[in-house]
């Protein structure tokens, strides 16, 4: 899994390319986690680059939402392939996360 | 064409799914599986492997085997290791809350496995769990 971190205003976006599975998934929380405990409180997460996900990176997901929102922050997605999108319906969480089509619009929203 | 061998044993770590899934895009190459579809096997297949990685061998390491074969248009995956008895569709379906304080973090392995094949079996035979997960070629336009 390829991540990459970029700032804009206070929004850090994190950019995943590859496999969302079990085997990254303890990388992707990582840097997360250091993001968050550094004092970020936007979090774009870009999954432009993920065609595969599963239950592994949802757990990821949600555990950074709910340590978030203890800090009044929020995790926002946006760019998911169909595949990832069907994975988080069938999960039911697209109700639980605010997700964009696109990079820009996740921006604008925070 | 290179040979696929029918299953694989291998020590049950998270470090091994890399194999396992090779193992299982070799099959569903083999079978034709619609690259959706593909997915959908890749994806219980390793909910089911890494549940046994977290929670079949709590004392000790063990192993897993993984054979494969082929029924029709469909691909046939049967998973067996000597943990600790566990049946996964004695699960009832999860409950999802839709807000975010309420819903738990864990749980969703089982579910996603369940949902996005076209068959699973479960057999408990002698010390072994023998997990089956059945895919067709390619889903039906009702599911």
Same mark, same amino acid.
Request: include cysteine; aromatic fraction near 10%.
């Given at each position: ?6 700032? &804009? ?13 079990? /085997? ?12 968050? =405990? ?9 999954? =432009?680059? @993920?065609?595969?996900?599963? =239950?592994?990176?949802?757990? @990821? ?8 929102? &203890? ?12 595949? @990832? ?17 696109? /990079?820009? &619009? ?5 | 064409?290179?040979k696929i061998p029918s299953s694989i044993t291998l020590k049950a770590s998270l470090e091994n799914l890399d194999k396992v899934n090779r193992f299982v895009h070799q099959w ?9 579809? +593909?997915? #959908?096997?890749?994806?219980?297949v390793e909910?089911a492997y890494v549940n046994i990685t977290k929670?079949a061998y709590? +004392?000790s390491t063990g192993r897993v085997t993984i054979y494969s074969r082929? #029924?029709? #248009?469909?691909?046939i995956i049967k998973i067996k290791d000597e943990g600790i008895?566990f ?14 304080? +309420? ?14 094949? #076209?068959?699973? +079996?479960?057999e408990?035979k002698g010390k072994c769990n023998l997990l089956t997960l ?10």
């Amino acid at each position: 899994m390829q991540i990459n971190q970029k700032k &804009e205003g206070e929004v850090y976006t994190f950019f995943l390319n590859g496999r969302f599975d079990a /085997h990254s998934a303890g990388e992707v929380e990582e840097k997360l986690d250091l993001a968050v =405990s550094q004092g970020a409180q936007k979090l774009l997460v870009d999954l =432009s680059g @993920v065609e595969y996900i599963s =239950s592994a990176g949802l757990r @990821v997901l949600l555990a950074i939402a709910k340590k978030l929102k &203890e800090k009044e922050g929020q995790i926002k997605l946006c760019c998911l392939q169909p595949y @990832v999108k069907e994975v988080f319906d069938v999960a039911g969480l697209t109700q639980i996360f605010k997700i964009y089509g696109t /990079h820009q &619009e996740g921006i604008d929203s925070f | 064409m290179e040979k696929i061998p029918s299953s694989i044993t291998l020590k049950a770590s998270l470090e091994n799914l890399d194999k396992v899934n090779r193992f299982v895009h070799q099959w569903s190459k083999k079978v034709g599986l619609s690259s959706q579809s +593909e997915k #959908d096997i890749l994806l219980a297949v390793e909910e089911a492997y890494v549940n046994i990685t977290k929670y079949a061998y709590p +004392e000790s390491t063990g192993r897993v085997t993984i054979y494969s074969r082929i #029924d029709k #248009d469909r691909l046939i995956i049967k998973i067996k290791d000597e943990g600790i008895p566990f049946n996964p569709l004695q699960f009832a379906k999860a409950e999802f809350n839709t807000s975010l304080k +309420e819903r738990k973090v864990g749980g969703l392995g089982i579910f996603l496995m369940r949902n996005f094949v #076209d068959g699973v +079996e479960y057999e408990r035979k002698g010390k072994c769990n023998l997990l089956t997960l059945i895919k067709k070629k390619s889903r039906g336009i009702f599911n």
